[in-house]
């Protein structure tokens, strides 16, 4: 098997979860909040956490219009709402309005310039156009402002993974992993630099580890497909590839890996 397969980035997982972190049982819980909230609202209209609260329990529930709104109107009450910015970028971010995110992100921080979630979301938007000297330079700022902040050396992790700079990017995961042990993002993160680095049994003990962790992570099951590929395992890899089509049954990558390797070898 070629070792440029494309294997499933961190990057993209990072994306994935932003389109879907609700669950069904979430979901409830969030109509719920909804129901409190435009009470409070209605009773407190010039308050501007009640419609900050609103707004992210509509997040929750994909009413992306409605939350913009009521991030507005809090903003409207309380232009110095850096918390209500920087979940605007967010959602900007996950819309592909790059640079709407920007901005708002560039807002928070120019109100509260030590705010390093907004740092380091400012790093991701960034990251997202190709300007990675600046990206890299949120993130350090990010975590001269909170050393322990584990979301920034994953995001250096996967930038240094992305410039070749594999040993440094195994570091930064590392520095995740001892700050926050039971972090998902970093195994993954893991696996895909020894993958890249043709250490296919510890790229599939990391993605194992990330599994266990988060058993719905079908870029993982596809990764792990490709790492036993690599070495031969061709009816383990069937199994895993098929692992990450029974997670999300549209998942192109898994069903050409799947596809290509059952032809290939007649299985």
Partial sequence: MAKDTQIY???????????????????????????????????????????????SSYRGTGQIREAIGEYRTALNINPWYVDAYNNLGDIYYNMGQVEDAIFEYKTAIRIKPDFEKAHNNLGNAFYMQGRIK??????????????????????IGVAYKDQGRLD?????????????????????GLGNVYYLQSRSEEAIQAYTDALKLNNKLAGAHNNIGLAYESLGRIDEAIRE???????????????????????????
């Fill in 9 to 55: 980035s961190l990057f993209m997982w990072c994306l994935l979860l932003c389109f879907s972190f609700t669950t069904y049982n979430r979901n409830h819980i969030w109509i719920e909040e909804i129901r409190i909230w435009e009470d409070v609202v209605k009773k407190t209209p010039n308050n501007a956490r009640p419609h900050f609260n609103l707004a």
């Fill in 134 to 155: 600046e990206a890299m330079q949120e993130y350090e700022t990010s975590l001269r402002l909170k050393p322990d902040f584990e979301g920034s050396y994953i995001n």
């Fill in 168 to 188: 440094e990017a195994i570091d930064a995961f590392n520095k995740a992993l001892k700050l926050k042990p039971d972090l998902a993002q970093a195994y993954y």
């Fill in 241 to 267: 590839y098929k692992g990450a089509l029974s997670l999300e049954p549209e998942f192109i990558d898994a069903r050409n890996n799947l596809l290509r390797i059952t032809k290939e070898y007649n299985r």
